[in-house]
């Protein structure tokens, strides 16, 4: 496995003003506590940590910016919770109703930290509208609702002209919408939160940990420098194993985003719908999550790679970006491919059942691994917070939820996992990319 080295591409990012020159690793530093990764996992353990232990001194370190790598070019929507239609929740009631008070524990955290710090992300409290598109007819939606009324979630349903009004496209047969989640320009939250850490966390950027030599004392080794730790505690995700921990355990998933220019205020009037912005999320697992900005901009989500590579090949992003045209096009007639101005991969860490590697994996060493794709900006805050809590002895039911989540299951070594990933017809191949909430392309 490799290091991050995703495009420069991510629009999220790279609408934002260019951030202050990083501050990387140099020379050897000591530390009691040191935290591999910065995404929103990494965020909330080393700022749970500083408040555990306000005295010592933690080590924030990623191999890119802050915001620059998957938690900051996601769809940015900050979910309340969420379920994939192959893993309805009364397959396993305690484990969804588990992760629904863990997403909305993560939820409420970044909320909080949000006001606290005045983070200036977009933060919309819309809420999220499942929506089925008019040719796929009511089955996905009739799924849905179980799901939703055996987890207690309130929801009101929408039938092909109430999504209209909200949308502006007549693409969608009906909709469910339900309160709660937020939406972001995720890669301006993360750079809120990194700014706003207790002043006992320092964080180093693009400082990549090409090696972690374990003992007593471990060894992290960058290329200009190395950090010597008490307590390492990994939240690389999907880069795990790149360290030695979650091998066999995590498949590497590229999802695809594109998003939009602002459009212009005709352009606004001329598609209708919310100008305010809104989040809608396919039923279909082949279909495209979408978010209007409130700044008249269009994400579009769909198309799925492999693998750290794929996040980076101009192939891939080419063709992604022509799905992602037809997807808009196909929503709103009178928009066009040449709106669209990102394009972008992330890597997400998809475990075969769903399933999290949390807690001590050996004397000083923890870890937080295993977004699977569709509940990580909440559940990954959440798990960061509690990994900070479970190392400094604190009890809580959310933390004795999050020890109840299933670890992951095997996967097959490469060469196999990427073969079998791409193997439509594989049992493996069918729970691992339903994981990942995609498949193919065209919706
Ligand atoms: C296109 C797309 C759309 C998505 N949409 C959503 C969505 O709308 N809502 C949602 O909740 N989730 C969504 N996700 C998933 C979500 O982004 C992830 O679940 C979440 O970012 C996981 O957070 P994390 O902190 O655990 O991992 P990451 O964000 O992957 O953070 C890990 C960090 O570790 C760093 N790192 C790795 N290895 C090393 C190393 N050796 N040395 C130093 N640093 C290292 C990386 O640079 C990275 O910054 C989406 C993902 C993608 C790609």
């Known amino acids: 496995m490799e290091l991050p080295s995703n495009a420069p591409t991510n629009g999220w990012y790279n609408i934002l003003p260019a951030p202050g020159p990083a501050v990387r690793l140099t020379g050897r530093l000591r530390v009691p506590w040191v935290v591999v990764g910065a995404g929103v996992t990494g965020l909330a353990a080393a700022r749970q940590l500083a408040t555990h232990f306000p005295q010592q001194q933690i080590a924030l370190v990623d191999a890119e910016r802050i915001g620059f790598g998957t938690s900051g070019r996601n769809s940015g929507f900050v979910l309340d919770q969420i379920f994939l239609s192959t893993h309805p929740p009364a397959r396993n009631l305690a484990v969804a109703q588990r ?3 863990l997403c909305d524990g993560g939820l409420n955290a970044l909320k909080r930290l949000v006001s606290q710090h005045d983070i200036d992300c977009d933060w919309h409290e819309w809420g999220k509208l499942h929506v089925a598109a008019v040719a796929e007819g009511n089955a996905g939606l009739e799924r849905q609702i179980q799901g939703l009324q ?6 009101r349903f929408m039938d092909g002209d109430e999504v209209a009004a909200i949308t502006g496209s007549q693409y969608y047969g009906g909709g469910l919408k339900t309160q709660g ?7 301006a939250l993360c750079r809120g939160l990194a700014r706003s850490l207790p002043e006992n966390v320092t964080v180093f950027e693009q400082t990549p940990v090409h090696d972690l030599v374990r003992g007593q004392i471990s060894r992290l080794v960058s290329k200009n420098g190395e ?5 390492v505690i990994i939240c690389a995700n999907a880069f795990s194993p790149t360290l030695g921990i979650a091998r066999n355990a995590i498949v590497p998933a590229v999802v695809y985003a594109s998003l939009t220019r602002p459009l212009t205020t005709s352009e606004q009037a001329k598609i209708g719908g919310e100008a305010g912005g809104f989040g809608l999320l396919p039923i279909s697992m082949n279909g495209s999550t979408i978010q209007r900005t409130p700044h008249g901009r269009i994400l579009v989500r769909n198309t799925v790679g492999y693998g750290p590579a794929d996040t980076s090949s101009t192939v891939r992003l080419a063709a992604a970006r022509s799905n992602h045209a037809a997807s808009l096009v196909k929503r709103w007639p009178s928009l066009n491919a040449g709106m669209i101005e990102h394009t972008w991969g992330g890597l997400i860490g998809v475990a075969r059942n769903q399933g999290h590697l949390f807690g001590r994996l050996d004397r ?3 870890a937080s691994a295993a ?11 959440m798990a960061g917070i509690l990994i900070a809590d479970l ?3 604190k009890s809580s039911d959310l933390l004795s939820d999050q020890l109840e989540i299933p670890k992951p299951s095997w996967l097959p070594p490469e060469p196999f996992l990427s073969a079998l990933f ?6 493996l191949a069918a729970a691992v990319q339903s994981g990942a909430r995609k498949l193919a392309v065209s919706h």
């Open 422 to 427: 791409r193997l439509k017809n594989s049992a």
């Open 99 to 101: 992760r629904m008070r």
């Open 150 to 155: 055996t987890l207690n979630v309130p929801y």
């Open 364 to 366: 000083g060493l923890w």
């Open 227 to 231: 950090i010597l730790a008490d307590q």
């Open 181 to 187: 989640t937020a939406l972001v320009n995720p890669a």
């Open 391 to 393: 190392i400094a002895g």
């Open 371 to 381: 977004c699977n794709g569709v509940y990580g900006m909440s559940g990954g805050t």
